[in-house]
């Protein structure tokens, strides 16, 4: 998930003198510049509004880079973590280009069962269920260390861990539909963690690049005539 930024100084070169038009490229370069740390804060904002609980880990994703010789800017969604990136499970939220709903992306999870199992399902929570809910915590995000466990629970030598998940492939049970079930000794109850989804869809609510086309158009021209002042002092 990223966006290259430029800006056409045709319109603004019309307006300088020979002086400014000389300085006009450091300006330019000063502002582009400046302009990525404004668009890290207009991408936090827009989290904190659209997603309403974030994580700092997701907020310190967004990112720029300087391109071209000082004279292009790139922004985008970071691509590094041990587990799942914010790239990655950022991207079915963003709807630029007007698209509404995407599919859910893969979780490390779900890699980790479909290595192991040979499920290409995707393993979504049941929150309402006593099993699932455990897995979610109060923004209604996955709860990673849990997960993490969950899978090492279900990959142990240990029969006594085993005996609490079983995993149920889809198809495989008449009564049981595929999922990560828990078992508890009481009364041998079982209860869904999590259930299989054939390409699950979500909402999108964030539009990346139309946002930063919006700030970058209405800010880029005043911060490019801030710095040539500067320059020019």
């Known amino acids: 998930m990223s966006k290259a930024i430029t800006f056409n100084v045709d319109g ?17 370069k000063s502002a582009l ?6 668009a890290r804060e207009i991408l936090q904002d827009e989290m904190k509004q659209q997603y309403g609980a974030v ?19 790139l ?4 691509e590094k973590a041990n587990g799942t990136p914010p790239s990655r499970y950022l991207a079915p939220t963003d709807k630029t280009g007007g698209v509404s709903t995407k599919p859910i992306a893969p979780t490390s999870f779900a890699g980790a069962l479909r290595a192991r199992y040979g499920v290409d399902e995707i393993p979504v929570p049941v929150r309402s269920s006593r099993a699932g809910s455990q897995f ?3 923004r209604g995000n996955l709860k990673g260390r849990k997960v993490q466990q969950l899978v090492n629970q279900l990959n142990s030598s ?15 049970s008449q009564r049981l539909t595929g999922g ?7 009364k041998s109850q079982i209860s869904p963690a999590f259930v299989f989804k054939n390409r699950p869809t979500q909402q ?5 690049h139309g946002v930063l086309i919006k700030a970058a158009e209405q800010r880029l021209p005043a911060l490019i005539q801030k710095k040539l002042d500067r320059l020019l002092r």
């Open 158 to 172: 240990n029969a006594s861990l085993r005996e609490q998940y079983f995993l149920i492939k889809p198809g495989q």
């Open 12 to 28: 603004l070169i019309k307006q300088l003198d020979l002086i400014e038009k000389a300085y006009l490229p450091d300006a330019a």
């Open 55 to 73: 994580t700092p880990f997701t907020l310190r994703s967004p990112y720029f880079k300087i391109q071209n010789g000082g004279y292009g800017l």
């Open 180 to 186: 990560v079930y828990r078992r508890y000794r009481i």
């Open 136 to 138: 979610i915590d109060s």
């Open 75 to 78: 922004i985008g969604i970071s």
């Open 204 to 208: 999108t609510s964030l539009d990346f």
């Open 33 to 38: 510049k400046s302009f990525g740390f404004d």
